[in-house]
C-alpha cells in the first residue's frame, strides 16, 4: 500500500481557515485521494476525495499538488465541532478497502 | 434515512469466551467491511463482502475470528476464545456499489478481562 505522511497534530481558532498537509511521495497513477475524519467516540466520516483536480464540496475542499506527491486539506472556516482526528488515505481505484495511519488530530480554540 | 447500526455498543467478556458484534450496514448497499480499531491507532482493515460472499478476509488476524452475512445484509462478526489482545473498537462500513463513500457506524467497543 502506499503510505502518507501526516503531521501529528495541530490547533486553529475557530473562525479561522486549517490547512492540514499529507505527504504521498509513492503514489502511483491509478492512487485516489481520500480524506476521511473521526469525531471523538464516533466512527470515521468521509470527507473529500480526488484524483488530480482540486476539489471543492459543502465539508471542505482539496488541493493536490501538481505532480500528485503531496496534498492540503482546508477547512475554511473551522468550528468546534471539526475537531477530529483528520485521515488522508491513498486508495487504488480497483481497491475498496482503506488503510488509516495515524492521522491528524486537529484542536479548535474557541 | 438510517445510517449504519452496530450492536451492542459496548461488550465486556471474558478470556475464553465466544462473542458476536452485529452490523446492519445501510439499506442497499451491497459492499460491507468489517475494521478494528485500538487505542491510539487508526482503525484496520478486517473483511470485505460484496453480498452475501467475503471477497477479501486478509485482514482477519487469525482463525478465531470469522463474519458472515448470510442474505447479504446484516453481518456478524465471531470471535472464538477471546484474548485479552482483542480488546478494540470493531467498526463496521458501507457503500454502494460504486464505493467512493464508506458510511461507518459508531463501532462496539470490546472489552476482554
Known amino acids: 500500500d502506499a503510505k502518507t505522511t501526516q503531521p501529528n497534530s495541530m490547533e486553529s481558532n475557530e473562525e479561522e481557515p486549517v490547512h492540514l498537509p499529507c505527504n504521498h511521495s509513492?503514489?502511483?497513477?491509478?492512487?485516489?485521494i481520500h480524506w476521511y475524519r473521526q469525531l471523538p467516540s464516533q466512527g470515521p466520516e468521509y470527507v473529500i476525495h480526488g484524483l488530480t483536480s482540486n476539489v471543492n464540496n459543502r465539508m471542505a475542499s482539496l488541493a493536490i499538488a501538481e505532480d500528485r506527491k503531496s496534498s492540503t486539506l482546508i477547512l475554511h472556516r473551522a468550528t468546534l465541532r471539526d475537531a477530529a482526528v483528520y485521515y488522508c488515505i491513498l486508495r487504488d481505484r480497483n481497491d475498496y478497502k482503506l488503510s488509516f495511519g495515524a492521522g491528524t488530530t486537529v484542536t479548535v480554540r474557541a | 434515512g438510517a445510517g449504519v447500526s452496530q450492536t451492542p455498543s459496548n461488550k465486556v467478556t471474558e478470556k475464553g469466551k465466544y462473542v458476536e458484534l452485529r452490523c446492519d450496514p445501510i439499506s442497499g448497499h451491497t459492499a460491507l467491511y468489517w475494521y478494528r480499531q485500538s487505542l491510539g491507532q487508526g482503525p484496520e482493515f478486517l473483511i470485505y463482502?460484496?453480498?452475501?460472499?467475503?471477497?477479501?478476509d486478509s485482514g482477519l488476524p487469525n482463525d478465531r475470528f470469522f463474519a458472515v452475512r448470510p442474505e447479504g445484509s446484516v453481518s456478524t462478526l465471531k470471535i472464538q476464545r477471546t484474548e485479552r489482545g482483542d480488546s478494540a473498537v470493531y467498526l463496521c462500513a458501507s457503500s454502494s456499489i460504486s464505493g467512493n463513500e464508506q458510511f461507518f457506524g459508531p463501532g462496539t467497543r470490546l472489552t476482554v478481562l
Open positions: 509513492t503514489i502511483s497513477g491509478t492512487d485516489y
Open positions: 463482502f460484496q453480498g452475501t460472499g467475503a471477497a477479501d
